[in-house]
Nanobody
Framework: VQLQASGGGLVEAGDSLRLSCTAS????????MGWFRQAPGAERDFVAV????????DYADSVKGRFTISRENAKNTVYLQMNGLKAEDTAVYYC???????????????????WGQGTQVTVSS
């Protein structure tokens, strides 16, 4: 599985962005999908996760109420809608696929099997 993330850019505080991550292959709908981010000089952190059907999601406390993860299995794509962006959201954002037990999902990076290349999000204050 190859993951291609896109949609990053330079925006002002309060603006919105939508990140997309498109997967190759025919098994996308089996995977839980996650978004993680890495700010300069920091470790990569969990942002959001969605289960295979889109019926279950979870978020980091820092983005709850502002970010929404969703997916379109027919398009092999997962999205991260980011509203009310803040300077502290500046980071490289990575999508990842977890081929763990069917129906499961995780916030733990080591549980993910495939990673995209990352897309830069920069929020100016």
């Amino acid at each position: 599985v190859q993951l291609q993330a896109s949609g990053g850019g330079l925006v002002e505080a309060g603006d919105s962005l939508r990140l997309s991550c498109t997967a190759s292959g025919r098994t996308f709908s089996r995977y839980a999908m996650g978004w993680f981010r890495q700010a300069p000089g920091a470790e990569r952190d969990f942002v959001a996760v969605i289960n295979w059907s889109g019926g279950s999601t979870d978020y980091a406390d820092s983005v709850k109420g502002r970010f929404t993860i969703s997916r379109e299995n027919a398009k092999n794509t997962v999205y991260l809608q980011m509203n009310g962006l803040k300077a502290e959201d500046t980071a490289v954002y990575y999508c990842a696929a977890d081929k763990g037990p069917y129906g499961s999902w995780s916030k733990i990076q080591s549980d993910y099997d495939y990673w995209g290349q990352g897309t830069q999000v920069t929020v100016s204050s």
